[in-house]
Nanobody, 125 residues
């Protein structure tokens, strides 16, 4: 069965960094794009980043471009999101999700096959 498990969330200071990880199992990981989405308190879902199935291309929301880096290790079935220069607006529950094809869905689509449980990121001084 498909399983996605996020980890690495926590409390960070403004300007600080966190690295989120997503461990995937139950499907041919290298054949599918993966994405990150988040939901801030009182807000709707926001697409954050995506990555092509083989990791050759990455995609980012304007709000995180230049600060976040999406990567994957297909040998380990893991997805990572390095988050730098964090600000309070980044506070949210972060989810990793499996895209239905090799190219990630861009923007606020959320037509994913599977979602992880989410990991909480809080940015506060």
């Amino acid at each position: 069965q498909v399983q996605l498990v996020e980890s690495g969330g926590g409390l960070a200071q403004p300007g600080g960094s966190l690295r989120l990880s997503c461990a995937a199992s139950g499907f041919p990981f290298s054949s599918y794009a993966m994405s990150w989405a988040r939901q801030a308190p009182g807000k709707g879902l926001e697409w954050v980043a995506g990555i092509y199935s083989d990791g050759s291309d990455t995609y980012y929301a304007d709000s995180v471009k230049g600060r976040f880096t999406n990567s994957r290790d297909n040998a380990k079935n893991t997805l990572d999101l390095q988050m730098n220069s964090l600000n309070p607006e980044d506070t949210a529950l972060y989810y990793c999700a499996k895209d239905p094809g090799r190219v990630p869905l861009l923007g606020n689509r959320y037509e994913y096959d599977y979602w992880g449980q989410g990991t909480q990121v809080t940015v506060s001084s």
